[in-house]
């Protein structure tokens, strides 16, 4: 190449060139992404969790082309990967997990020489391709049945008991064990893919659908296209193929369901089209083009996943009572914070988390008012108190955060910032801030740094009132931490007290309570109490029995903590019937903890319903069972 080609290849590799498209900071983030995203350079965007080294080379497009085997539960096909070198650069380095590799070629099909190294446990094994002097490279490979970012689901654990279902979940780092690309979220790639499956079945991906009744590919086959033309962290390319149907709910939102669950589903998700509007008048224009969702069956282990263009969810939420949409307003909110801002590695989870968590909170207020806001922000502060108490530490800093209290710190910290300053000169900042940094990654460091430049603007009395490195390296919370009770939930607190003092549970007003409300009191009661208080509230509101997993889910930790033997075939029932980690791993936790009565159920209910988790679930609970048994 020419000597002012290799300098613009190498200023796209660096990012650090006047000539990347988005050093210019767009005025929107509804303004075009970058054909190639910039990657940072600092040292702290260096991921740890990746085997990649794309400063030398980098990947910036994966092109799949796979086939579905579910007799054989994997994907197999190749992934053509477009390749940046720096000048001088001779390997690429790839991430995979658990991946048969077959075969490396150029585009022309020249075989590549390769060397697969020595696997880490989860981080996988590295691919190294030699160049060559390519610019595409073709990886032929097949997953594992094992593979950790896919469930194969048989047809019973379906809604529909019919036909079998597949989906993948790749966050954080798992997404590497079906793709063999560069799996770290600091280097944005876009993608295209075709997906040939069963002809009976239909597939979706987390980009723009070109075929959406698929094109016939050989008997009893057909082949679905997708595509996504905005660099994207890999970690968000997504797959689900199963007996899928589709419903509008706005001219750019609809739900993805089995049909036996779609009624249910468009009934909860009737708000969607104007929580998109709401997200624009607050943080600019939505990037990505449709914001559809995927309502999984109950295995799916997380409450949603924020997947560019389809977000799956949990059925978990679907209540019929709208009480638990915030975990929409989460996901979408992803779309700014995440999706389009995107921390540069895992230890700058909060960066993802943290501010989706904050947007999702005013975005609630927006739609359904500030006492609803005010609701969940108090049950996040509550939960932040906890892990404060029950945290080392160390646990309870921002960078490095664990992931939970990068939700729930990181909230508290952004909504103490808009408490300081004012939220007109807050929102000010945050939308300006998703714009400057629209399409790339972001570290901590590069936060503080816009942060001090576009905000505080030299105040010293703002910057030492505000606290910036006391709330995200130190320890529990900075002294200036801003919180505001919720009326609603302290009336919740006041008939909890009157029922601890000896009131009937007739007494409480539970059945007018929405699901945040039941949420404060079941959290609020002591871990132990007697046999005819379990038996009064459960006698009085049939908690056993309720049909709504938040607060079923936290009335039987009771039942774990107290040896409810009344509530012991809910508790099983409830374990065998879902799949998310969010109510399951406080169960069994709660559940070896209780010796000797828990452990012996806890092997039992988990060996009963362990086929029907999440494979990064089931692992994540056996942990629990070595550590318990001190292996």
């Known amino acids: ?9 190498l200023c796209l590799l660096l990012g650090g060139c006047a000539l990347v498209p988005a050093a210019a900071p767009p005025a929107a983030t509804g303004a075009a992404a970058p054909e190639v995203a910039p990657i940072l350079m600092t040292p702290e965007a260096v991921d740890s969790q990746s085997w990649a080294r794309p400063r030398e080379a ?5 092109d799949l082309d796979l086939a579905i085997d579910f007799p054989g539960h994997s994907l197999s096909g190749t992934a053509v990967l477009s390749v940046l070198a720096a000048p001088g650069a001779t390997q690429v380095v790839l991430d995979t997990l658990d991946l048969t590799i077959l075969g490396v070629t150029d585009a022309a099909g020249r075989a590549l020489d390769w060397t697969l190294g020595e696997a880490d446990g989860a981080k996988g094994a590295p691919l190294t391709v030699t160049l060559a002097g390519a610019t595409r490279v073709a990886v032929a490979y097949r997953t594992s049945d094992q593979a950790l970012a896919l469930q194969w689901l048989p047809p019973e654990m379906t809604a529909g008991k019919v036909k079998p279902y597949l989906y993948s979940q790749g966050q954080p780092t798992l997404n590497r064990s079906w793709i063999p690309t560069q799996d770290s979220p600091g280097v944005r790639q876009t993608w295209t893919a075709r997906i040939v499956a069963p002809a009976d079945l239909s597939v979706v991906m987390s980009g723009e659908k070109l075929t959406p009744t698929g094109k016939p590919a050989g008997p009893g086959r057909r082949a679905f296209r997708f595509r996504m033309i905005h660099p994207t962290a890999p970690y968000l390319i997504a797959l689900a193929a199963g007996d899928i149907a589709f419903q509008p709910l706005g001219a750019r939102t609809g739900v993805y369901t089995e049909p036996s669950m779609m009624a249910p589903a468009a009934y909860e998700l009737a708000d969607t089209e104007k929580m998109v509007e709401a997200a624009e008048t607050l943080y600019g224009p939505y ?18 996943m924020e997947n560019t263009t389809l977000t799956f969810l949990t059925p978990t939420f679907i209540t019929g009572d709208r009480a638990n949409v915030s975990l929409v307003a989460h996901e979408l909110s992803h779309s700014w914070s995440g999706n ?35 609701i969940e922000a108090d049950l996040s502060w509550d939960a932040l108190q906890r ?8 646990e309870v800093t921002l960078f490095g ?23 007109a000169r807050w929102d000010g900042w945050l939308r300006g801030y998703f714009a400057r940094h629209a399409f790339q990654p972001q570290t901590t460091t590069g936060f503080l740094d816009d942060l001090r430049t576009h905000l505080i603007g030299g105040d010293a009395a703002l910057e030492a009132r505000l606290q910036l490195d006391e709330w995200i390296y130190q320890p529990t919370l900075p002294s200036g931490a801003w ?10 607190d006041a008939a909890r007290a009157a029922f601890l003092a000896g009131g009937p549970a007739s007494a409480i007003p539970g059945k007018t309570w929405t699901t945040q409300e039941w949420k404060r009191f079941l959290d609020g009661l002591p871990r132990k109490l007697t046999n005819g208080q379990m038996a009064d509230l459960d006698g009085a509101f049939a908690l056993s029995a309720s049909t709504n997993a938040y607060i079923r889910g936290g009335w039987l930790q009771l039942v774990v903590a107290n040896h409810y033997e009344p509530g012991l ?16 791993m406080p169960l069994y936790s709660g559940l070896l903890k209780e010796t000797p009565w828990g452990p012996p159920l806890a092997r039992r209910y988990f060996e009963q319903s362990r086929s029907g988790y999440h494979p990064a679930l089931a692992a994540r609970i056996s942990r629990g069972f070595e550590a318990a048994e001190g292996k």
Do not use: C
């Open 569 to 584: 075939a809910s508790l099983e029932a409830f374990l065998g019937s879902n799949g998310r980690g969010l109510f399951l």
């Open 287 to 304: 990037p990505w083009g449709r914001f559809d969702v995927l309502v999984l069956p109950p295995a799916f282990p997380y409450g949603g």
């Open 401 to 423: 955060a664990d992931t939970a209290v990068a939700y729930i710190k990181g909230e508290a910290f952004l909504r103490t910032l808009e408490h300081a300053v004012g939220r």
């Open 58 to 62: 980098r990947v910036t497009h994966v």
């Open 1 to 9: 190449m020419t000597s002012i080609v290799r300098a613009l290849a």
């Open 340 to 374: 389009l801002v995107t921390n540069a590695t895992w230890d700058d989870i909060w960066l993802n988390e943290g501010f989706t968590t904050y947007v999702e909170n005013r975005l609630m207020e927006a739609m359904y008012g500030p006492e609803r806001a005010a």
């Open 387 to 394: 892990a404060i108490a029950t945290r080392s530490p160390e």
């Open 483 to 492: 919180h505001q009770a919720s009326p609603a939930l302290l009336a919740v």
